[in-house]
């Protein structure tokens, strides 16, 4: 199973657009590129999921070349209440309707005014 | 529509004790998985029910963990007995079957073993 490498942190200031890039250089065929949110005290929240190209919808956009090795998850204009742990994930995805999810260390990111 | 519930929020007990661990998924959710987060490690697989079905127990550490899901409803989770390196955030997650299998996490157990 695909392991990701995203950094360790990431500091950002309210109104910007920030950048999260992941690598996952053994990611097979059937795997999709997941992102996860985590809050203090609260479960992993999903965000948005990709297999190639670009993925949009209200909260952020996930960039996916074509060689698949690595995504770049967009957070445009970013506010305080972005300020969390955001994980890069290999969803192996099976035909039965549902996946398996491997995280990694997760990416800290802090919002300042 | 109510999410994933975790009962207790918070259990400390002493090392050989024995605890259990519940997990009610979102109503229509076939899928359930459980998680764990050790003290400065990453967020671990446990297993995957398919309603009440065992579909995939690979990450369960060792045979002092017993999942159940009953009905393919509520899971427990029961740790028999407890050690120490037992202690950390349990998750629970649950999803419906369709793409992109959003799996939606409940709060976490803390679960402390003295």
């Known amino acids: 199973l695909a392991k990701t490498t995203q950094p360790i942190s990431m500091d950002s200031y309210e109104g910007q657009e920030v950048n999260i890039t992941c690598s996952h250089n053994n990611i097979a065929t059937n795997d999709y590129i997941t992102w996860y949110q985590q809050f203090p005290s609260q479960g992993p929240r999903f965000i948005i999921q990709g297999y190639k190209t670009k993925v949009t919808n209200e909260v952020a956009s996930l960039f996916i070349p074509a060689d698949r090795k690595s995504s770049t998850l967009s957070l445009p204009r970013v506010s305080l209440s972005d300020t969390a742990v955001y994980y890069c994930l290999v969803a192996l995805m099976f035909s039965g309707g549902y996946n398996k999810l491997i995280f990694g260390a997760g990416t800290r990111l802090a919002v300042h005014p | 529509e109510a999410g994933v519930t975790q009962f207790p929020s918070h259990s400390v007990i002493e090392k050989g004790q024995t605890v259990t661990l519940r997990c009610d998924p979102i109503?229509?959710?076939?899928?359930l998985y459980w998680y764990r987060r050790v003290m400065g490690k990453e967020i671990k697989f446990l297993l995957h029910f398919v309603k009440e079905s065992k579909q995939d127990e690979s990450g369960m550490p060792n045979n002092r963990f017993l999942a159940e899901r009953t009905g393919g409803t509520y899971s427990t989770l029961k740790v028999q007995p407890a050690e120490l390196e037992d202690s950390g955030v349990y998750f629970c997650?649950?999803?419906?079957?369709?793409?992109?299998?959003?799996?939606?996490f409940g709060p976490g157990t803390r679960l402390t073993v003295t």
């Open positions: 109503s229509g959710h076939d899928n």
């Open positions: 997650a649950s999803s419906h079957g369709s793409f992109p299998y959003e799996q939606y």
